[in-house]
Nanobody, 127 residues
């Protein structure tokens, strides 16, 4: 099993910054490399991939909408995944979910590839 717990969501003014984090654990987690991803979903919208990181080699992936503003990273020793969000926009408001997949590759943003999910943390950006 792999357990994912997000934290760090908050309310922030547009233009501000916020970091959300995901703690990973579980017997299976330590046996493999993973695609670790952040997805987000706003009310009335489809869930979308925001960014991903492959723990095997550190490769990162970003949605065009956040490229240059968001940075995904990992603290290996703590088994934590971070999403640093800068220059936040109102449209970034969403529930942010952490997800893990053994295999994703170029389909990193396809949610059906992910077997494990956290319960989400809310990010609200106000104007």
């Amino acid at each position: 099993q792999v357990h994912l717990v997000e934290f760090g969501g908050d309310s922030v003014q547009a233009g501000g910054s916020l970091r959300v984090s995901c703690a990973a654990s579980g017997d299976d987690y330590y046996k493999h490399y993973w695609f670790l991803a952040w997805f987000r979903q706003a009310p009335g919208k489809e869930r979308e991939g925001v960014a991903a990181l492959y723990t095997g080699d550190g490769t990162t992936y970003y949605a065009d909408s956040v490229k240059g503003r968001f940075t995904i990273s990992r603290i290996k020793a703590e088994d934590t995944l971070h999403l640093q969000m800068d220059s936040l926009k109102v449209e970034d408001t969403a529930m942010y979910y952490c997800a893990a997949a053994r295999f994703a590759g170029d389909a990193w943003s396809e949610q059906t590839n992910y077997n494990y999910w956290g319960l989400g943390t809310q990010v609200t950006v106000s104007s």
